[in-house]
């Protein structure tokens, strides 16, 4: 099973998906042209692999997402939001979500905290400079 | 200080993506050789990027009302406004998002945002229907507008945020 890779661009995030390692990092800036489209790439390709990187689990792999985000959007939070629920229906609890934020930068920090409490996910917070 | 123009968009064309991000990435550039705080200046940014897009999206090209975007900054507070044309049909439904989030105070924003983030869908035009929501938490004083109606049959939606940049003049 290949990776999920979208390559950034001055308005859309870095997304790489390595299904070998388990291990998800999103950066940079979110708000595309067309939200829906730009992150219904990532829906349909899990879709697709979903049967497949359930068996690579096997009920024990545990997925670690770096959060490595400048921007993001409304809309697009909406969708980040439903890109870690998604993840969470094939790896359940087992996930490590790390959420890098810019000192000072407390709206980013709070974003996190939110998406933290509507997952039901303990996130790592991890301030850089 | 003087009062300093961050960001300025003046136009009779309808708004689309490509002229968002050329006001954006202005505003970007200047909010980065401004002296203010990261968290103001991603605030900023924040309630910039909601109010254009809202305007690319739902705004009305109307030739006797242009589209105009401005911030200023005087060192103590930052001054977003936005003003497009709105056909009538739009106009209850405005209304109805904005009074609704000025009516809220940070906790009942917080409950709603996560009310609507958990069950809304990305609507046909890319929204989630947070955008207000967004810059109400984000503002100080809520989100103050008014609405008039043209001649022409349009309506104007007018509206004005500050966003507070030193916290020894919080009110």
Known sequence: ?129 | MAKETLASLRTTECVDYPVVNGVLSELWQRLGSAEMPLAIVKRVYSVATECLENIQKYADCDISTPVVFCIDWDGDYVYIRAVNALAKSKVPKLEYSIDLVNSLGPIELKKLFKHKIQTRQISELGGAGLGFIIMARKVEGGIDYCIREQESGMYIFDCKMKIIVSSTHEE
Request: aromatic share 14%; hydrophobic share 40%; with cysteine.
């Open chain 1, 1 to 129: 099973m290949s990776a999920f890779i979208a390559n950034p661009t001055e308005y859309t995030p870095k997304i790489v998906f390595d299904t070998q390692n388990h291990v998800l990092e999103v950066s940079g800036f979110s708000r595309p042209e067309d939200v829906k489209s730009f992150y219904q790439k990532f829906f349909v390709w899990l879709e697709s692999n979903k049967l497949r990187l359930s068996e690579t689990i096997n009920g024990q792999a545990k997925l670690l997402v770096d959060f490595r985000m400048v921007y993001f959007n409304s809309a697009s939070s909406k969708c980040i939001l439903d890109m870690l629920t998604a993840l969470s229906d094939v790896y359940g609890k087992r996930m490590e979500v790390k959420w890098y934020y810019e000192e000072g930068d407390e709206d980013l920090l709070e974003a996190g905290e939110e998406f933290s409490d509507a997952l039901e996910i303990p996130f790592e917070y991890i301030e850089t400079e």
